[in-house]
Nanobody, 120 residues
């Protein structure tokens, strides 16, 4: 069995920064595409950005220039550096990934989320 665990969510003042982490654990041979999503109260889950196993990254327009996604394949970990946070960034942030355990693919795996609250 494989698992994704997010961490790093906190309450922060607008203009501040946070770094979220997502660690894949279990029997892992490869982690393919990974992504960050978020869901604000009363809203649908939305894409923040994605990163492939070799690096190409896409961002939602709402976070371009403020958020940076990176990954360390040796640690099966993805990061989300969030700068210049705004109250509208308040949401539960989720990690998503496709994981290969050496025998089968675990597609579209989700973590439990980490809460970010930004106050004005």
């Amino acid at each position: 069995q494989v698992q994704l665990v997010e961490s790093g969510g906190e309450t922060v003042q607008a203009g501040g920064s946070l770094r979220l982490s997502c660690v894949a654990s279990g029997r892992i041979a490869m982690v393919n595409d990974m992504g960050w999503y978020r869901q604000a109260p009363g809203k649908e889950r939305e894409l923040v950005g994605t990163i492939t196993s070799v690096g190409p990254i896409n961002y939602a327009d709402s976070v371009k220039g403020r958020f940076t996604i990176s990954r360390d394949n040796t640690k099966h970990t993805m990061y989300l550096q969030m700068n210049d946070l705004k109250p509208e960034d308040t949401a539960n942030y989720y990690c998503n990934a496709d994981i290969f355990d050496g025998r089968i693919w675990f597609r579209d795996q989700w973590g439990q989320g980490t809460q970010v609250f930004v106050y004005a």
